[in-house]
Every structure is written in structure tokens, then in C-alpha cells.
């Protein structure tokens, strides 16, 4: 160490140094040269802004938030130390999130936030993180912010929208995306979502107007016509139809669509036919779609589910609810879970029960499976039991009203999150819709489901989860300490008045017919199901597998060798 390196003046020099030696790219010496430093002089905040410094271009993001958080300590009213510390911790859980670590990085982001409040680019990323970790709830407010920014900001008014959505609030969606378009009428990616949110709010030609706005403004935008299409179904406009094929025909030329743009096409042309009566055709098309699905996101592997579901049978032998922590719940007897395979009758179950004055219908609630993901099938302790019990119970009530004696959550595949319900809410009930598999297979094969469910592109892939389904199903019955209904959805429609009496009544509630008018119930849905949801009760879908039989084979072979049986 050089003599002087205690004086002040030794110190300014060695400062000096180290800039110049981090500029020439030389990290080592530098590092020697901080390190004398950092000992002379252990309580100077620029020693420790270089030490973040060097530990950043060494690329160790959390050693550089240390340091800076030494210097923070140091000089906490210094608002430059403040606000590289909030870079820091933003770049931090930028990375994280990334990595998909997101946990840490919404931690490392908030902090960044609450140290720089008024930045708007670490603002930005927190609102992107809180977003894709998929609590709703924490997502909002900050896109609120930003919007409240910049109003005209095409992103942030997409993604309030979109939260909004996910909060189950359409009526404010809606407006969102309607302040949107009277603000910025040229932007086709706000009609687009506001016909989407019309959509789910009911609004049949609201949505259809906004298509129509969106594909005037984009012509021949796929998206929007998909949604068109898939809206219209066997009303669609035969020269909307005539674009569609168009697009989807041209492999070559220089309007071919990409594949994701190509299964949502897809999809909705087979909505058309099938409407049209074009059985064929439409079979054509969801294979083609599905095709198309499973080039973009990857082909299934039915061993996944299967996996899946022996490892949740195995954690819940026998007994296994008689240790459970106890929960805060304990006494809450509100929650009514619908569940089963999807397009197996759950909108239309839950939408009997929502239409009693007793029931608030809280749609398909994410939350259930993010606290499985985040806290396993059983929370280990009274403190992790609370938050689980806490978040979903946030959730469920958002919308209801206070007086609620029952809150019902479909979502369908909630059939593998059981066990959790069952610890949170020992008092709950749980409603198994059930449903000619093959109806439920051409269903499913035809619809537009998420990326990330590959089953659904394939028709023995299909059959394979049904099969898990019913398997997991059966060991509930025999395990699950909470009461489970069996509803069948050709008896539900066959004599709804009976299937509903003995639904409303298993949820512990005395009749109301307004339970059978479901139909005039002007609640959003948010399901492929919506708009059937709005019809009385029909049998129009029961037997629908008949016209696409000869497609069916690979499902019908899985189905047979599980011993799965097949009504006549």
C-alpha cells in the first residue's frame, strides 16, 4: 500500500486510479487497488460505488446491490447513491426474472421501486414482473401508474385491460379499451381488445363492430380475423371466409401466415363449417390448426400428465388430510370447486349456481394452481397455511357481494389442485362434471386453448388426459374429506330442473328458480362457453362426436385400453 493511501488525498488519488483502470478495461488491478482501498478507508461511499461498479462489469448483479447498499448505508440521504442502488436492484431482478426466478426478482424490482419511485423504467419492469407471475391483483397498480403517465401509451392501456380482465372486472376492461380507441381511434391492437373484452362481457355487437374497426384498419390481420370468425361462426360473411381459407391455402406466397397465426385461422374456420354443417371440413381445418399448434409449441407427452397425477396420488395416501396444518378457514364453508375436464359442462354448472341470489359465481380463478406451484399440495407451516388462505380468499371475494353464502370457482383443471382446496377449505364442496368423452375430445380438439396445454393437440393426447382425469377423480372419492357430486352433463340438460334441484342442494341451499332462467343472468363469462351459457338449456352438443367419428379413432383406442366406458 502506498503511504499515503490513509489521507484524504491518497484516497482521492486511489480513487482516481481505479476509474482509470476500469475504464482501460483493467478488472483485476482494479480490484487490487479497491481492496487497499476499501480497508484504509472502509466508510468512504465512493470505495463501495466502485466495488458495485467492478462487481457489474464482472456481471454479478447481487455482489454489485451489496455494494451499493453499503454505500446506501453509508450515505442514505445522498440521492445519487439512492438511485444507482435502484438501477442496480432493477437490473438485478430484470436478470432474475429472466431466469425465471420470480420470487427474487419481484423482491429485487420492488425494492428498486420504492427507492425510485418516480422512475419509469424501473416502474415498467416491476409492472412487467408482477404481471407475468400472475397475481392479477399486484399487477394492477402499477400499469395504473404508468397509464396514469401517459394515457396515450398503447402498452400500459393493454395491459390495465388485460389485468382488469384477469381480475374478472370486464365492465372496466371494457372501458379501458374504450377510452383507448376514442383516444388513438388507428390503433387496431386496442379494437382488437376491446372486442375480446365485449366479448366476455356479453356484448355480441360490440365485439363485432370492434373486429370489424380492427380488420378495416388491418386488412387481412389474421388475428382479428380469426376473431371475427370464431365470433360469427355460420353467419360469418362469406367473403370473410373466402380471406380466411385464402390465407391459410397460400403456403407459398407472400401472404403465408406464420403457424401461430395459422391454428388460430384454424380453429376458427372450423367453428364455421361445423356451424355450416361442413363436418368434414371442419375436422380438416382443427387438424390442420392443431397441427400448426403443435409445430409452434411442441408436441405433447401424454407420460407428462401421467407422471403428474401419479406423483399427486402417491403424496395423498389415506389419512394424509387427518396431519394437515390447520387452517384459518377451518370454519368457511362458501366455496363450492367445479371442476373436471374442460368443455365438459363447467360454465353451465356454474352459471346455475351463480344465477341464485346466494351464490357469486367467481369464473376460473388462477390462484388455486399458483399457490400448488409456489407452496406444493400441503403449505408446511400456519405461516405459509395464512398467506395461501389469504391470497385465494382475495381473490374469490373480489367482486362478490358481502353477503355471499357461496363462492364457486370452475376451473376445470382444478381437479389436480384437490388437495390443496381440501386444506385450505375443509368445509368446501366440490362438483365433478362429467361428459360423453368423445363430445368432450372433439370439443377440446377444436377450440383454442393455451400454449402451454400441447394435450389438446392431439386427439389420443386427449384421451390420454381424460384418462389421468378419471383416474385422479377416483382416488379423490376415496381419500378427499370433502363431499364430491358427480353431474353428468347429458342428464343436466336432459331434465335441467331435476340436475339443478340436486346441484343447488348439494351446495347447502334451498331452491330458486331463477337458477333455471341461467340464461338471463347478464354476469360476465370468461370461457369458450359464453355465449351458450346465454341460451336455455339444449342438447344440441350431446352425441356432437357422431359427425366427426371417423376421426376419432386415435382417442377411441386410448379410451378402450384404460377401460374408460363409452355410453351408446
Same mark, same amino acid.
Request: a negative charge; proline letters at 7%.
Given at each position: 500500500m ?11 488519488? =486511489? ?7 476500469? *475504464?482501460?478495461?483493467a ?6 487497488r ?18 458495485? +461498479?467492478l ?5 454479478d ?8 447498499e ?6 442514505? =440521504?445522498?440521492?445519487e447513491?439512492?438511485r ?9 431482478? $430484470? ?5 425465471? #426466478?420470480?420470487?427474487?426478482?419481484l423482491s429485487a ?15 415498467? @419492469?416491476l409492472a412487467? &414482473? ?11 397498480a402499477?400499469? +395504473?401508474s404508468?397509464?396514469e *403517465?401517459?394515457?396515450? /401509451?398503447?402498452?400500459?392501456r393493454?395491459?390495465? !385491460?388485460? $389485468?382488469?380482465h ?14 383507448g380507441?376514442e *383516444?388513438?381511434?388507428?390503433?387496431? =391492437?386496442l379494437?382488437?381488445?376491446l372486442? +375480446?373484452a ?5 356484448? %355480441?355487437?360490440? &365485439?363485432r363492430e370492434a373486429?370489424?374497426?380492427?380488420l ?13 370468425l370464431?365470433l /360469427? ?9 373466402a380471406?380466411?381459407?385464402?390465407l391459410l391455402?397460400?403456403?407459398?406466397g407472400?401472404?403465408?401466415v406464420?403457424d401461430?397465426? #395459422?391454428?388460430?385461422?384454424?380453429y ?7 356451424a355450416? =354443417? /361442413?363436418?368434414?371440413?371442419?375436422m380438416?381445418?382443427?387438424?390442420d390448426a ?12 401424454p407420460?407428462v400428465?401421467?407422471r403428474r397425477?401419479?406423483?399427486v ?5 389415506p389419512?394424509?388430510f387427518?396431519?394437515?396444518?390447520p387452517s384459518?378457514?377451518?370454519g368457511d ?5 367445479v371442476v373436471?375436464?374442460p ?19 367467481c ?11 409456489r407452496f406444493g399440495?400441503?403449505?408446511?407451516t400456519?405461516? @405459509?397455511?395464512?398467506e395461501?388462505?389469504?391470497?385465494? $380468499?382475495?381473490?374469490?371475494? #373480489? %367482486?362478490?357481494p !358481502?353477503?355471499a *353464502?357461496?363462492l ?8 389436480l ?6 386444506r385450505?377449505?375443509p ?6 362434471c362429467?361428459?360423453?368423452p ?26 390420454h388426459?381424460i384418462?389421468?382425469? /378419471?383416474r385422479?377423480?377416483r382416488?379423490?372419492? &376415496?381419500?378427499?374429506p370433502?363431499p ?5 352433463y347429458e ?5 335441467p ?6 346441484l343447488?342442494?348439494?351446495?347447502g341451499?334451498?331452491?330458486?328458480p ?7 343472468? @347478464? ?7 359464453r ?13 356432437r ?24
Amino acid at each position: 500500500m502506498p503511504p499515503n493511501l490513509a489521507s484524504s488525498d491518497g484516497i482521492a488519488a =486511489g480513487l482516481r486510479d481505479v476509474v482509470a483502470l476500469l *475504464r482501460q478495461g483493467a478488472l483485476d488491478a482494479a480490484a487490487t487497488r479497491l481492496a487497499a482501498l476499501r480497508s484504509a478507508a472502509p466508510r468512504e461511499v465512493r470505495v463501495h460505488q466502485l466495488l458495485a +461498479q467492478l462487481a457489474t462489469r464482472r456481471g454479478d448483479a447481487s455482489l454489485a446491490v451489496r455494494h451499493m447498499e453499503d454505500a446506501h448505508g453509508l450515505a442514505p =440521504g445522498d440521492p445519487e447513491v439512492r438511485r444507482q442502488l435502484a438501477l442496480l436492484q432493477a437490473h438485478a431482478g $430484470t436478470s432474475l426474472a429472466g431466469a425465471g #426466478r420470480m420470487r427474487e426478482a419481484l423482491s429485487a424490482l420492488r425494492r428498486a421501486h420504492a427507492l425510485a419511485p418516480g422512475d419509469a423504467d424501473i416502474l415498467r @419492469a416491476l409492472a412487467d &414482473a408482477e404481471f407475468r407471475a400472475g397475481w392479477p391483483a399486484d399487477a394492477l397498480a402499477p400499469w +395504473q401508474s404508468l397509464l396514469e *403517465r401517459d394515457p396515450d /401509451e398503447v402498452q400500459a392501456r393493454l395491459r390495465v !385491460g388485460e $389485468t382488469l380482465h384477469r381480475l374478472g372486472d370486464q365492465a372496466a376492461a371494457v372501458a379501458c379499451f374504450r377510452e383507448g380507441v376514442e *383516444r388513438q381511434p388507428r390503433d387496431a =391492437g386496442l379494437w382488437l381488445a376491446l372486442g +375480446q373484452a365485449a366479448e366476455d362481457a356479453g356484448d %355480441r355487437e360490440g &365485439a363485432r363492430e370492434a373486429y370489424r374497426q380492427a380488420l378495416a384498419l388491418r386488412p387481412g390481420w389474421p388475428f382479428a380475423l380469426a376473431c371475427q370468425l370464431a365470433l /360469427e361462426r355460420g353467419d360469418a360473411p362469406d367473403d370473410a371466409v373466402a380471406l380466411g381459407a385464402g390465407l391459410l391455402d397460400d403456403h407459398a406466397g407472400p401472404s403465408m401466415v406464420d403457424d401461430g397465426d #395459422r391454428a388460430l385461422l384454424g380453429y376458427a374456420l372450423g367453428k364455421v363449417h361445423e356451424a355450416r =354443417g /361442413e363436418h368434414a371440413l371442419a375436422m380438416a381445418r382443427w387438424q390442420d390448426a392443431n397441427a400448426a399448434r403443435r409445430r409452434a409449441a411442441g408436441d405433447p407427452d401424454p407420460a407428462v400428465i401421467a407422471r403428474r397425477v401419479d406423483a399427486v396420488i402417491a403424496a395423498h395416501p389415506p389419512g394424509v388430510f387427518d396431519h394437515a396444518v390447520p387452517s384459518p378457514a377451518a370454519g368457511d364453508d362458501r366455496y363450492v370447486f367445479v371442476v373436471g375436464m374442460p368443455r365438459s359442462g363447467t360454465t353451465l354448472t356454474e352459471q346455475i349456481l351463480a344465477s341464485h341470489p346466494d351464490v357469486h359465481g367467481c369464473g376460473e380463478l388462477p390462484d388455486l394452481a399458483m399457490l400448488a406451484s409456489r407452496f406444493g399440495d400441503a403449505p408446511g407451516t400456519p405461516t @405459509a397455511m395464512a398467506e395461501c388462505v389469504s391470497r385465494f $380468499t382475495a381473490a374469490a371475494t #373480489r %367482486r362478490a357481494p !358481502g353477503g355471499a *353464502r357461496r363462492l364457486v370457482d370452475k376451473e376445470p383443471l382444478d381437479f389436480l389442485n384437490l388437495g390443496l382446496a381440501a386444506r385450505l377449505f375443509p368445509r368446501a364442496r366440490v362438483v365433478w362434471c362429467r361428459r360423453d368423452p368423445r363430445d368432450i375430445a372433439v370439443s377440446i380438439f377444436g377450440e383454442n386453448f393455451a400454449l402451454d396445454e400441447p394435450w389438446a393437440t392431439r386427439l389420443d393426447a386427449i384421451g390420454h388426459f381424460i384418462v389421468a382425469q /378419471e383416474r385422479l377423480m377416483r382416488h379423490w372419492q &376415496a381419500v378427499l374429506p370433502l363431499p364430491i357430486l358427480e353431474l353428468r352433463y347429458e342428464d343436466l340438460v336432459g331434465g335441467p330442473e331435476s340436475q339443478a334441484r340436486r346441484l343447488v342442494g348439494f351446495a347447502g341451499l334451498p331452491w330458486d328458480p331463477a337458477c333455471l332462467a341461467f340464461h338471463e343472468n @347478464a354476469r360476465a363469462v370468461q370461457s369458450p362457453s359464453r355465449w351458450q351459457v346465454r341460451e336455455p338449456v339444449h342438447g344440441r352438443s350431446v352425441g356432437r362426436w357422431r359427425r366427426h367419428a371417423g376421426a376419432l379413432a386415435p382417442l377411441v383406442e386410448v379410451l378402450a385400453a384404460a377401460g374408460v366406458p363409452l355410453p351408446d
